[in-house]
C-alpha cells in the first residue's frame, strides 16, 4: 500500500480535497492510507511552541529543528523519502511524480512562518520539492497537490491503464486538445481528423498538436523536449 504521512501544525486540513474524487475513493478503497501528524504534539513547553525568532534577526518566525526532528522521528521509520514542501526546492515534475508512486509513499513536512531551520533540512536528508514559483501560507495546499498527483497512478485507482500515459507532461509535452459531442458548439465543430475514424491519422493529429501548443506555450519543456528528441545516439 502506497503511505502518504504528512507533518503539519494544523492535521485538521486533511484529508481535506484528498477525500473526494478519484483520490477518496481509493482512500476508502485502501488502496493508499493518509496520516496527518501534529507536529505540535511534540513541542516541550506548554504553550507548544514550534517556532522562534530568526538568528541575526529579521522578521517573522522559524520552525524550530529540535521540534521538529522528534516529530519526523516518531513516523520516519521506514524508507520512504523524506520531502519538504519548499518555494526554493526543485519544481515538482511528472517525472518525480511517477518516481515516487511507484515506490512505498512518502513522508512530507509542510512548512510554515518564513521556513524551517537548516540545520533540520540537513539532519534529517529533507529533500526540499516546490509546488511553483509562488509563496503559499505553508506546505500542506502543495502536499496535498503532490499526493493527489501521486495517488492517481497507483494501480487500480484511474479507470483505464492508458489514462496515466497518455496525458501533460508523460512524454514531456503538453496534453493535446480534447473535444466531445456535439459535434458542433457555438459554429465551432471538432477536427474532421478526429471523427475519421483513422486511428494512425489521429494519432499523428494529436502528437502534432501536442508539440504546437507546448512549442507556444512553455518554451522551457520544449527546448528540454526538442534537445532529448535530437540527441545523438551512443
Same mark, same amino acid.
Given at each position: ?24 475513493? @481509493?482512500?476508502?478503497? *485502501?488502496? %493508499?492510507?493518509?496520516?496527518?501528524? !501534529? ?5 516541550? !513547553? ?5 517556532? $522562534? ?5 529579521? +522578521? ?5 529543528? &529540535? ?5 519526523? &522521528?516518531?513516523?520516519?521509520? &521506514? ?11 526543485? +519544481?515538482?515534475?511528472?517525472? /518525480?511524480?511517477?518516481?515516487?508512486? @511507484?515506490? *512505498? ?11 524551517? $531551520? ?20 505553508? *506546505? ?11 495517488? /492517481? ?12 500515459? &497518455? ?8 496534453? #493535446?486538445?480534447? #473535444? ?16 475519421? *475514424? $483513422? ?5 499523428? %493529429?494529436? /502528437? ?11 518554451? !522551457?519543456?520544449?527546448?528540454? #523536449? %526538442? ?8
Amino acid at each position: 500500500m502506497w503511505r502518504a504521512t504528512v507533518l503539519t501544525i494544523f492535521p485538521e486540513m486533511f484529508p481535506g480535497p484528498l477525500a473526494h474524487s478519484l483520490a477518496g475513493k @481509493a482512500l476508502s478503497a *485502501g488502496l %493508499w492510507s493518509l496520516e496527518a501528524a !501534529d507536529i505540535r504534539a511534540h513541542a516541550a !513547553d506548554r504553550h507548544r511552541t514550534v517556532d $522562534d525568532t530568526p538568528a541575526g534577526g529579521g +522578521p517573522g518566525m522559524v520552525m524550530k529543528a &529540535d521540534v521538529l526532528a522528534r516529530a519526523i &522521528d516518531s513516523v520516519a521509520t &521506514d524508507s520512504r523519502p523524506r520531502l519538504l514542501m519548499s518555494p526554493r526546492g526543485a +519544481p515538482l515534475t511528472q517525472a /518525480r511524480v511517477q518516481a515516487l508512486a @511507484a515506490g *512505498g509513499g512518502a513522508v512530507i513536512v509542510c512548512g510554515r512562518f518564513e521556513g524551517v $531551520d537548516e540545520r533540520l533540512i540537513a539532519a534529517r536528508a529533507l529533500e526540499e520539492i516546490s509546488a511553483g514559483d509562488y509563496v503559499l501560507s505553508g *506546505g500542506e495546499i502543495a502536499a496535498m497537490a503532490l499526493i493527489d498527483a501521486c495517488v /492517481r497512478l497507483i494501480p487500480g485507482v484511474m479507470g483505464k491503464e492508458a489514462s496515466g500515459a &497518455d496525458e501533460s507532461f508523460s512524454e514531456g509535452l503538453l496534453e #493535446y486538445p480534447q #473535444y466531445t459531442r456535439p459535434a458542433e458548439f457555438e459554429g465551432r465543430t471538432i477536427p474532421e481528423v478526429l471523427t475519421s *475514424g $483513422d486511428h494512425a491519422r489521429v494519432a499523428q %493529429w494529436r /502528437r502534432a498538436e501536442a508539440e504546437r501548443l507546448t512549442r507556444e506555450r512553455r518554451p !522551457d519543456l520544449w527546448k528540454a #523536449y %526538442w534537445e532529448t528528441r535530437n540527441r545523438p545516439k551512443s
